[in-house]
């Protein structure tokens, strides 16, 4: 029995999330298929960051286990053959049985890309998010600050994350404008369900003038997820990094997506 980890980008629009499901829609089902009939068996898929339906990656990493021998490019140009065309391996390495795609990665980075225009967009339509009211750029990166750090980020949580702990440690926040866009960079140990999207809801109220910066401050302290924004659209967020120690020696991602590497 060999191990193997992948490195896999998708577009995250054209599939409901990540985590298999009854009908078969989800990405991991699409690769297990893939991997099935490379391998003549059913295999089982390992993923650093479990991603919702419309959330995209530059750089999720999963591993299995096969039992038949491959050769490493079948694992790549075998896979992508029947795979749909929103998902592609990008990578394949054999790693020793104590590598674990979730609980070995030591840091995850998320990026979330935010049109700031009146006219809604069309080319990248499901790749960004939107938001047609001018954005104050400098009071959500003061806001963004506050986030930094070992916190419970409890106001950042969805109601159905099974996390054991709402605690996690954030080692980059950062808030750019780069033309009509506005990204968001996020860093850190692991993330709850929803809280990068939930963090960047949070950050628009403040760049839309609804709340001041150190409300964001008020809002981690008080860890009520009732009394913070929405959680902000799927479209515009990529998993764009995924850290593991050096000892497994894992390609790097070439980060090809668009719009990631601005």
Request: with cysteine.
């Amino acid at each position: 029995m060999a191990r193997i980890a992948l490195g896999l980008e998708y577009d995250g629009s054209g599939f409901c999330g990540w985590q298999t499901q009854p009908g078969g829609c989800a990405v991991q089902d699409h690769l297990e298929r893939a991997l099935a009939e490379v391998h003549s068996d059913p295999v089982a898929t390992v993923v650093a960051g479990r991603t919702d339906a419309g959330v995209h990656a530059a750089a999720q990493v999963v591993h299995f286990d096969a039992g038949h021998e491959r050769p490493v490019s079948a694992w790549v140009r075998g896979v992508n053959a029947l795979l749909p065309a929103g998902v592609s391996v990008l990578w394949a390495q054999p790693v020793g049985d104590g590598f674990h795609a979730r609980f070995g990665a030591r840091e995850r980075a998320y990026r979330y890309v935010l049109l700031n225009h009146p006219v809604r967009p069309a080319l990248m339509a499901g790749r960004v998010g939107w938001q047609h009211v001018p954005l104050d750029v400098a009071a959500m990166a003061e806001a963004a600050a506050h986030l930094l750090g070992r916190h419970d980020f409890s106001a950042f949580r969805a109601a159905q994350c099974q996390a054991r702990t709402p605690v996690r440690e954030l080692r980059t926040v950062r808030v750019a404008q780069h033309g009509h866009y506005v990204v968001f960079d996020f860093r850190g140990n692991a993330f709850l369900h929803h809280q990068v999207r939930n963090m960047v809801g949070a950050l628009v109220w403040i760049g839309l003038g609804r709340r001041p910066p150190a409300w964001l401050g008020e809002l981690l302290v008080g860890r009520d997820r009732r009394q913070a924004a929405a959680t902000y659209a799927p479209d515009g967020l990529y998993l764009v990094d995924v850290r593991y120690d050096a000892e497994w020696n894992l390609p790097e991602f070439d980060g090809r997506v668009p719009l990631v590497n601005i």
